[in-house]
């Protein structure tokens, strides 16, 4: 039985990529897919936001000399991106994915409208979320926390590659352990890196717990919907 019924994934841009260097790597999609499909199937609901990470990030194009609002719109634009090919790969596995745009390309996408959002997650339709909250500035990190807030999602899942939040850089120190679980007033005080500070700040002030994991662990998202001990659970 799962212990969530409505959930919020991040996935980061880059956890398309594969061992690529930049892009979408097919049978990387096709791998996260089957590991949405399985809680699907569970009847959990899914909403998922998608990162941009592995085409533009605004920061890098900042950084290059473009306008700041510019670059980040170009970001946005390269969550869209993700968001079609992901909602892609779900329709062809069989699930009913539907991708709404913060910002309006309506040839492209539907907007988003948090009505029709919960009615399709109501309907078990897995809800993509693309471009992010729709502002510069922000990152997909804060329109996870935004969007998981909308829709009363009961957690937020961050899909990363480090399979939780650990004491120190894992891969620098030996020493390094994984916390089970872990106050946001703890993981602030203790400088660790859960999410970017604005979506750390709305979690923690609608008391909408993050869970940290590994989506390239098989069967780690099955086994954080069931409630066993996976990643890192951040909590009020
Ligand atoms: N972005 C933005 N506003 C948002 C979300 C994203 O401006 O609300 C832009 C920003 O430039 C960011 C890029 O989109 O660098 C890609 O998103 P992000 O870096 O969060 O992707 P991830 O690291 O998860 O792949």
Redesign the pocket.
């Known amino acids: 039985m799962p212990v969530h019924q409505r959930i919020l994934l991040?996935?980061?841009?880059?956890a398309l990529m594969g061992d690529d260097a930049f892009g979408i790597n097919r049978a990387t999609i096709d791998r996260i897919v089957a590991e949405v499909a399985e809680v699907v199937q569970l009847g959990v609901q899914v909403a998922v936001v998608?990162?941009?990470?592995?085409i533009?990030?605004?920061?890098a194009?900042g950084a290059a000399g473009m306008e700041r609002a510019t670059?980040?719109?170009?970001?946005?634009l390269?969550?869209v991106m993700n968001a079609l090919a992901l909602g892609d790969a779900m329709n062809r596995q069989g699930l009913k994915a539907r991708v709404m745009s913060?910002i309006n390309i309506d040839q492209v996408v539907e907007p988003y409208v948090r009505p029709k959002a919960l009615q399709y997650l109501e309907e078990g339709k897995v809800v993509v979320f693309a471009?992010?909250?729709?502002?510069?500035?922000?990152?997909?990190?804060?329109?996870a926390a935004l969007r998981g807030a909308e829709i009363g999602a009961e957690i937020v899942l961050k899909a990363t590659k480090v399979d939780g939040v650990y004491s120190a850089d894992p891969k620098k120190d030996p020493h390094a352990v994984r916390y089970q679980s872990i106050s946001f007033d703890e993981a602030m005080a203790r400088q660790l890196q859960v999410m970017d500070a604005t979506a750390f700040a709305l979690c923690r002030d609608q008391e909408l717990p993050v869970r940290v994991f590994s989506i390239f662990k098989p069967g780690a998202l099955r086994r954080v919907v069931q409630g066993e001990d996976e990643g890192t659970l951040v909590h009020v």
């Open positions: 991040k996935l980061s841009g880059e998608i990162g941009g990470g592995n533009f990030r605004g920061v194009g670059a980040d719109y170009m970001g946005m390269a969550t913060a471009a992010g909250t729709g502002n510069p500035f922000f990152t997909t990190d804060t329109a």
